[in-house]
Structures are given as C-alpha cells and as structure tokens.
C-alpha cells in the first residue's frame, strides 16, 4: 500500500509553501508539550527542497521545539490534573511516565538530553520534568543541547544527502514508514507488557 509515498509527497507540497517555517515552528512546538508528530517529518522534506536554508530550518526548529519545551514543563509543574493527566491518557503513556519518573530519580538532567536528541516522545519529559520540580536553568540547557544536536543533524544528513538522499527516500518511502510504524507497536507492547 502506498500510503507514505503518498503523505510524502503531501507534506514535500507543505515544504514549498510561504509560510512553511512557521509550521515548522508551530509543529516542533506543539510536539514538545502535547502533539504526537515528530517535526522532522516536516523537516526532512523542507531541507530538500530548500537545502540553502538547512541551516535555518534547523534553527526555527529547535527554538521552537524548546519553547515547546518549556510550555510542557509548565503543564507538568502547574496544570497536572487538568492538561497532563488526559494527554497522557490519550496517548496512553501511563506507564511511560511512571518509567519517566523514576529515569529522572536516577539520571536527573540527562535523561532530558538523551530525550531531547533521541526519537523518544520528548513531551513526556518536558511534563515530567515540570511535575518533579527539575531546576529549569538545566532542564532548557539540556533541552537546547539535545534538540538542537538531534535537529542540525538531521538538517546536515539530508543537507550532504541531497538530491541522491532523495530520490532513495522517495524510492523506499513506503517500506521505511511501515517499518517505522510495526516498531513503535513493538515499543508500546514492550512497554505496555514488561
């Protein structure tokens, strides 16, 4: 099924509008505090299209997704019951924010760059973080360390790529998204289940 090639060339369609960068922003925002959608799936294809710019792009989307960051620290330290125990609902992260919490105990301000630069849902952790009473002066420096690490990598990689990158991307688009969505399933069973 040709789904992702499909929402590939939607989102390449996205890229090219003229106010693109403010979705790019609006997006890295929202996924750090309550949006399930990683920004480098806008990212990605922006940067292809506009490789002069993928320096910038990277730029917008890590003040952007620290903002966001900010705003979920502000849900977890003010607004807990009412905003982030129904998010954590929805998505059913319960359990993740259990596991959440007790990597804080143990890790501190590391765990915020290890999320902040890895495909982990990063929202769970700006709302931990808030919760737990983290100091905010390390929790936004780890928060601009690691996302700013994850973002200018992903730019520089599709930057180098180039046209190549895309035409392989293009080519694999849909065996690489479904890929992407057996794993997540695999990751909330194991962590649903152990």
Known sequence: MK???LLYDRVLIWSRHP?????????????????????????????LSRPQKA???????????????????????LLFAEIAQPLIALYHFQADMLVVQNWFRDYGVWI???AGFSPLPY??????AGLMAMALVPFL????????AR??????LIYWGGEKLEHSLRRYIDILGWFTVAAIVLVILYFKYS
């Open 141 to 148: 420096l780890a928060s601009a360390i690691g996302r700013s």
């Open 112 to 114: 915020v760059f290890i």
């Open 3 to 5: 789904l992702f090639s």
């Open 19 to 47: 106010q693109a960068s403010w979705y790019l922003g609006a997006m890295a925002f929202a996924e750090s505090s309550f949006f399930p959608i990683p920004p480098d799936v806008m990212l990605v294809p922006m940067v």
């Open 123 to 128: 929202k769970v952790f700006t709302i931990s």
């Open 151 to 156: 973002f200018f990598l992903v730019a520089g």
């Open 55 to 77: 320096w910038v792009l990277a730029t917008v989307t890590s003040v952007a997704s620290v903002l966001g960051g900010m705003f979920g620290y502000a849900i977890g330290a």
